[in-house]
Structures are given as structure tokens and as C-alpha cells.
């Protein structure tokens, strides 16, 4: 079996299940944390009906204040996923878990009025209401797949200009220019 840092950069097609093991981990993670947390949605590409994805269910839990976050921490470790604190030096406002080998769930900590929150949400429901969208994005990640099979940070890398665009896309539907 790979290392965490050698496993394959696998993109699957779309799995009718992963809303169904969305819905049981936030309940799980719900029950776990507690007031601790505002909200959790489903975000990255199990998130888009449709949609070739990593096999991994992305959590987005929304916490009021991340300094604060430390019962939630503690709850989520506490239900098996493993804390990543090094990614903070990357993200410092984000705290970042992963359970299962290989990995099966992800989970994002962060503020709810972070820009990491809205940009992960205008993403995703740009690419539901725009099935185009969504269909060009799944054919970039399966090119970057096969291109960067055993290099995460390419691949992530090799997503970037599209996410980015689809973001900036979704904020002028969000909020016209001149209205």
C-alpha cells in the first residue's frame, strides 16, 4: 500500500452514493461537536451531481470563531479522524482532518465568514446550476489525473485557473456589476 504521499491521484466517475455518505458523516460530525459548529455542507467534487471526483467525501465545517475551535477539534479526533496541523502553515485559518486509508473523508474547519467558505460554496453550486461547467471541469481533472498520477500538489496546481474563474463567474451572479 502507498504512503499518504505517494497514493495515486485516482478520478472516478460519479458515485450515486457519495450524498448519502455526506449525509451520515454530518450527522456523525454533528452529533459529535455539537454547538461547537454552525454549519457543515458538502463541497469538492463528490459534492456535484455528476461530476468524475476523488473518491472522498469533502466536509466544510463552519465554526464561529477558528481560535476557538478547540472542542470541535477535539470532537472530530475523537470520531477517528486524524488532525493535520502541518497544512496550517499553508491555510492558517483552516484546520484540516482526514479519516480513513486510503482516505475516505476530509474534513475543512473554518470561520464561516472566511473567504475559503464562500468560494468553496460559490464553486460548488456554480457547477450544479451550470452542468457545462461541471462537465468541462471533470474532463480537466481526469487529463490532470492522468497527467500528474502520483503528484497531488500538480494536480491541485493544474485546477487552480479553472476554480478560479468559476469563482469569479459565480460572484458576478451573485452580485451584478452596476446593480
Request: proline share 8%; charged share 30%.
Amino acid at each position: 500500500m502507498a504512503s499518504r504521499g505517494t497514493q495515486p491521484v485516482e478520478v472516478v466517475d460519479y458515485d450515486d452514493r457519495w450524498p448519502q455518505l455526506y449525509a451520515e458523516e454530518r450527522d456523525r460530525i454533528a452529533t459529535a461537536i455539537g454547538d461547537a459548529v454552525v454549519a457543515i455542507e458538502h463541497v469538492g467534487g463528490t459534492a456535484v451531481p455528476g461530476l468524475p471526483a476523488k473518491p472522498v467525501i469533502d466536509l466544510m465545517v463552519g465554526v464561529p470563531d477558528i481560535e476557538r475551535a478547540g472542542p470541535a477539534v477535539a470532537g472530530l479526533i475523537n470520531l477517528g479522524y486524524e488532525y493535520v496541523p502541518e497544512l496550517e502553515i499553508q491555510l492558517p485559518d483552516r484546520r484540516y482532518f482526514r479519516r480513513g486509508t486510503p482516505d475516505s473523508h476530509h474534513v475543512h474547519m473554518v470561520t464561516m465568514s472566511s473567504d475559503y467558505w464562500d468560494e468553496h460554496l460559490l464553486f460548488r453550486d456554480y457547477l450544479r446550476s451550470h452542468p457545462q461547467a461541471a462537465e468541462e471541469y471533470g474532463k480537466l481533472k481526469r487529463g490532470l489525473a492522468s497527467r500528474f498520477h502520483f503528484d497531488r500538489d500538480a494536480y491541485r496546481a493544474g485546477k487552480v485557473p479553472f476554480i478560479d474563474t468559476v469563482v469569479a463567474a459565480a460572484r458576478r451572479e451573485v452580485d451584478p456589476p452596476g446593480r
